[in-house]
């Protein structure tokens, strides 16, 4: 799944999906933000832009990602995952345009 993005329909791309046997699934280009993984880099980017001190250097901020990672807690990617029904049928009710997610 991707988010229609440019970069991710670029030959290269195109060309490693098809070597791997990879359909790639019909997204709607208007809610990128149904994929759930969008939610889980908003929380990431907010946990590290709100440590304190800010981040100085490319190790600094490697090793404040990971650290971040781990601890945003199992039960925020169950949410989202478990919400993926509801976002669907919302999606589908609006045939595709924007939904609240």
Not at 34 to 41: A, F, T, Y
């Amino acid at each position: 799944m991707d988010d229609n993005c440019r970069p991710h329909h670029a030959n290269l791309v195109e060309d490693f999906l098809f070597e791997e046997g990879i359909v790639r699934i019909e997204w709607s280009a208007c809610s990128p933000d149904m994929n759930p993984i969008e939610h889980v880099w908003d929380t990431l980017g907010k946990r590290v832009a709100g440590r304190q001190p800010p981040t100085q250097t490319l190790q600094e901020l490697e090793r404040a990602l990971l650290e971040e990672w781990d601890r945003i807690p199992q039960l925020v990617i169950n949410s989202l995952i478990d919400s993926m029904p509801q976002r669907c049928s919302t999606l589908l009710a609006v045939r595709g345009n924007h939904t609240p997610y």
